[in-house]
Each structure stands twice: as C-alpha cells, then as structure tokens.
T-cell receptor
Framework: NAGVTQTPKFQVLKTGQSMTLQCAQD?????MSWYRQDPGMGLRLIHY???????DQGEVPNGYNVSRSTTEDFPLRLLSAAPSQTSVYFC?????????FGSGTQLSVL | GNSVTQMEGPVTLSEEAFLTINCTYT??????LFWYVQYPGEGLQLLLK?????DKGSNKGFEATYRKETTSFHLEKGSVQVSDSAVYFC????????????FGSGTRLQVQP
C-alpha cells in the first residue's frame, strides 16, 4: 500500500532550468494538491485538482504548471526555475481529514 | 480571508512534562480544525481533528478542544515523550466552497530525555 509517492526526493537545479516533480497515488482520490513548505510559513497551496482534467490555482501558483490526465498522477512543472522556488514540496491526495501526504521533494535552485 | 496563527518554536521540554501549543484562527465561514504532525524526513500525518464547536479531538495522548468563542484549538499532552519530537501544524478547512487546507506556520517540539 504505497499511498502517495513523490519523486525525486532531492533535486538541485540551476536558475532557468526546467523540471517536473512527479506525484502518484494509489488510493483513487479525486482531490490532489501540491504544497510548498518554507521556514516560518507553514505549507502553502500551489495548485490543486478535483479530478482528471480539472486543475485550479492555489495561494502561490506563479512559476508552476500542473496537469491531471489521470486520477493517479499529478505532476508539478517548473518551466524556468528561480532561487525563490527553493523549498520542500509536498503532494497530497484526498481532502480534509482524509488528506494523505507524500514524503516530500527537497528542491534547491542555485 | 482565512488564517491560522501558531506559537513560535522551538518548544523544548523534558520528558514527562506537560505540553501546550497554542493555535488561533480566523475564518470567513465555519471551519473544521486539525492538528497535523511531521516527523523528521516525512510528510504530514493527521494527528487529530474537530468539526464543530466544543468538540474534543484526541489521539496518542494529545487533545485539542474546538473553542468557537475564543477561535482557538490549542494542542495539549499531559506527559510528552522523546518520540513526540516533531513539527506540529494547526490547520483549518471550510466546510463549504473550496476544500483546501489553510495551515499555520508550524511549531517544532523538542523533547529531551
């Protein structure tokens, strides 16, 4: 029972590079979301999806794109990385008390 | 808008000490309230929840009571253990509209033997 799987666990990028953070769930939840965690700021919602083919912006969407072609997968794309995007990123599936988090991706942008 | 305010950490306690982590909230509607815990190197896990005023959530010896009159949801534990060392997040979700969690900034707890 994998739950929510995020890859990679660690990544270092140079400014301007692009990359995709992968997220997959095996719990068949319609609702999936991406958060970033920064010191002293808790978790902030980047993007979320209420089902395949439907995505919407959260609190801090700028610089990030998402798509949801299947129920299982919800990748997060950085098209041109900036140092301000250095953070820990968490993917989650479900909502409210049925919210399950992945183990996170630690991203550094130099 | 909605917001959650937690006491700043780190909170450092000796084993078997009493723990209180304060949490207050503002919300445009009637929220459900949660405490999440994050152990080192892991994602967040739900610790406890309360969905209406005067409800008490409890789990693993931790308790929190939904106080609508003071808009608070303070986390307490009577006797902490070293294994409780983690970061604790208070959060809310509105029961209508977009069901996305709003988190507090987190409070790091360090329990020393």
């Amino acid at each position: 029972n994998a739950g929510v799987t995020q890859t990679p666990k660690f990544q270092v990028l140079k400014t301007g590079q692009s990359m995709t953070l992968q997220c997959a769930q095996d719990m068949n939840h319609e609702y999936m979301s991406w958060y970033r965690q920064d010191p002293g700021m808790g978790l902030r919602l980047i993007h979320y999806s209420v089902g395949a083919g439907i995505t919407d912006q959260g609190e801090v969407p700028n610089g990030y794109n998402v798509s949801r072609s299947t129920t299982e997968d919800f990748p997060l794309r950085l098209l041109s990385a900036a140092p301000s995007q250095t953070s820990v990123y968490f993917c989650a599936a479900g909502e409210g008390e049925k919210l399950f988090f992945g183990s996170g991706t630690q991203l550094s942008v130099l | 808008g909605n917001s959650v305010t937690q006491m700043e950490g780190p909170v450092t306690l000796s084993e078997e000490a009493f723990l209180t982590i304060n949490c207050t909230y503002t919300a445009t509607g009637y929220p459900s309230l949660f405490w999440y815990v994050q152990y080192p190197g892991e994602g967040l896990q739900l610790l406890l929840k309360a969905t209406k005023a005067d409800d008490k959530g409890s789990n693993k010896g931790f308790e929190a009571t939904y106080r609508k009159e003071t808009t608070s949801f303070h986390l307490e534990k009577g006797s902490v253990q070293v294994s409780d060392s983690a970061v604790y997040f208070c959060a809310l979700i509105l029961n209508t509209g977009r069901r996305a969690l709003t988190f507090g900034s987190g409070t790091r707890l360090q329990v020393q033997p």
